[in-house]
Nanobody
């Protein structure tokens, strides 16, 4: 049973923008922290950003000032707005949900299927 559904990935030129979306079931979304992880080829998966159920956010240093995470509680959806994209942002991006300490440490209980983001000229 798929409970997190991502969309919005694709190919973009350096300096461009993309917005990722992750739709969740209400049960998962309402009380959990939502995060975005990414994994590039040959690299470990890393936490990009998260937003708590209260709206507190934090970001990896590598994306601060360029990415913005937000959640729409009416739509049970979390977004990742990515601006000023760089080739090193190329990765598969995964939506994640769980308790805050889980999402921050190694990922919560729920994962999306992943969406590819490729930044290349």
């Amino acid at each position: 049973q798929v409970q997190l559904v991502e969309s919005g990935g694709g190919l973009v030129q350096p300096g461009g923008s993309l917005r990722l979306s992750c739709a969740a079931s209400r049960t998962i979304f309402s009380s959990n922290t939502m995060g975005w992880y990414r994994q590039a080829p040959g690299k470990q998966r890393e936490l990009v950003a998260y937003v708590t159920s209260r709206g507190n956010t934090d970001y990896a240093d590598s994306v601060k000032g360029r990415f913005t995470i937000s959640r729409d509680n009416a739509k049970n959806t979390v977004y990742l707005q990515m601006n000023s994209l760089k080739p090193e942002d190329t990765a598969v991006y995964y939506c994640n949900a769980g308790r805050a300490w889980q999402v921050i440490s190694n990922g919560g209980d729920y994962w999306g299927q992943g969406t590819q983001v490729t930044v290349s000229s």
